[in-house]
């Protein structure tokens, strides 16, 4: 079992940058891939980004450019750098891990633009 926690959250104005971060309590490299995702006050959740165990990148079309997803191997750790934030970009913000058979997800933090 390998728990996920996610750090960086809070209040930003527009235009403005933060850098959320997700620590896992174990090794992350049986996961194939992890990501970040996003819910948006009465909406669904959404993907944001992800970045498999090889490195590459995938980014939602309204962040990339903006955002920027890295992980850590060693440090066991994950993280996004989130530039020029708009209101949209409200949301609590979820990392996961997964793969071989396993998926994990941390319990999120709350990211709110606005002025």
């Known amino acids: 079992q390998v728990q996920l926690v996610e750090f960086g959250g809070g209040l930003v104005q527009p235009g403005g940058s933060l850098r959320l971060s997700c620590a896992a309590s174990?090794?992350?490299?049986?996961?194939?891939?992890m990501g970040w995702y996003r819910q948006a006050p009465g909406k669904e959740r959404e993907w944001v980004a992800q970045?498999?165990?090889?490195?590459?990148?995938y980014y939602l079309d309204s962040v990339k450019d903006r955002f920027t997803i890295s992980r850590d191997n060693v440090k066991n750790t994950m993280n996004l750098q989130m530039n020029s934030l708009k209101p949209e970009d409200t949301a609590v913000y979820y990392c996961r891990g997964w793969g071989s058979g396993m998926d994990y997800w941390g319990k999120g933090t709350l990211v709110t633009v606005s002025s």
């Open positions: 970045v498999t165990s090889g490195g590459s990148t």
């Open positions: 174990g090794s992350i490299l049986s996961f194939n891939a």
